[in-house]
Nanobody, 118 residues
């Protein structure tokens, strides 16, 4: 079975850093595009960052220069390194994956809570 499991969320002060991890199983990880989404209470889910199978990355404007998405194919893991965190980064963060031929992200993790509190 396919499983994406996030970890690394928690409570952090503004200006702090946090690294999220997403461990994938049941897929050929190296041929999947991966992404991090987030959703704050009462708000729409938004795409935070993507990394393709070829390791090209895209970031939403609000996190550019602060967040870094990366992948380790040997560990079947995608990471989101978050720095200079702001209260508005508070959300549930979700890991997602898809094959390049799929139009939608087809596999999702359970989410991990990130709270940035002053």
């Amino acid at each position: 079975q396919v499983q994406l499991v996030e970890s690394g969320g928690g409570l952090v002060q503004p200006g702090g850093s946090l690294r999220l991890s997403c461990a994938a199983s049941g897929i050929i990880f190296s041929i999947y595009n991966m992404a991090w989404y987030r959703q704050a209470p009462g708000k729409q889910r938004e795409l935070v960052a993507t990394i393709t199978a070829g390791a090209s990355t895209i970031y939403t404007d609000s996190v550019k220069g602060r967040f870094t998405i990366s992948r380790d194919n040997a560990k079947n893991t995608v990471y989101l390194q978050m720095a200079s965190l702001k209260p508005e980064d508070t959300a549930v963060y979700y890991c997602a994956g898809k094959r390049i031929i799929s139009s939608k992200y087809e596999y999702w993790g359970q989410g991990t809570q990130v709270t940035v509190s002053s």
